[in-house]
Each structure stands twice: as C-alpha cells, then as structure tokens.
C-alpha cells in the first residue's frame, strides 16, 4: 500500500477558497482511481470526489460547482480545489486509493490506502 499525506487544511470564512494536496510515497499513475473523502463529527464518512487514472471525474452532488479534483501523476499528487465554501463543508478531509483497476465511486469500502486527513473549517 502506498503512503498518503494530506496537506492544505486550515479555517477559512465561508464564500472563501482552500487546495488541498495529497502526496504518495510511491508512484500513482498505475492507480485507477483516487478520491477524496471527508468526515464531519458525529457524522459518517462521505465521498467528495473521485478520478480516474484516464482524468474521468465524479462528485457528489454537494460539491458539484464548487469543488475540483485533479491528479497529477509526476508529482504522484492529488489535488482538491475547493471554492465557495460553505459552514457544511466543514470537515476532516481524506484522500485515498482505490482497490480496483474498473470501479471509482463513492464506497469507501472500495479505497484502500488513506492519509491521516487534514481538517477543514469554514466559519460563517
């Protein structure tokens, strides 16, 4: 399993930006899918967004518009571009690999490798 390392958290007001970075210890252009996740106290965890290795992109529907997912394998980085914040997207934020060479969605049952998460607040 790869080592993941999130970083790029912080409190932000809301109507503001964050990019959140997450760094492999090892090459990520094998790994189909990517994604990020985030947990709110008291609530369960949640997927974000999701990409695959071909740039093919998914969000959940609360993020739509406002969020960004992108890789870039060189680097063996993920990114998360996250604007128009809102108090609700406050959360601990985790990026993680996917198991599977065909399937990236919202399970986290399906991720494998996580980061340790960075926390994200956004006041009102």
């Known amino acids: 399993q790869v080592q993941l390392v999130e970083s790029g958290g912080g409190s932000v007001q809301a109507g503001g930006s964050v990019r959140l970075a997450c760094a492999s210890s090892s090459y990520i252009g094998s790994i189909y899918c990517m994604g990020w996740f985030r947990q709110a106290p008291g609530k369960e965890r949640e997927g974000v967004a999701y990409i695959t290795s071909g740039g093919t992109t998914h969000y959940a529907e609360s993020v739509k518009g406002r969020f960004t997912i992108s890789r870039n394998d060189a680097k063996a980085t993920l990114y998360l571009q996250m604007s128009t914040l809102k108090p609700e997207d406050t959360a601990i934020y985790y990026c993680?690999?996917?198991?599977?060479?065909?399937?990236?969605?919202?399970?986290?049952?399906?991720?494998?490798?996580w980061g340790q998460g960075t926390q994200v607040t956004v006041s009102s």
């Open positions: 993680a690999t996917g198991r599977s060479q065909a399937i990236c969605n919202h399970d986290y049952r399906d991720y494998n490798s």
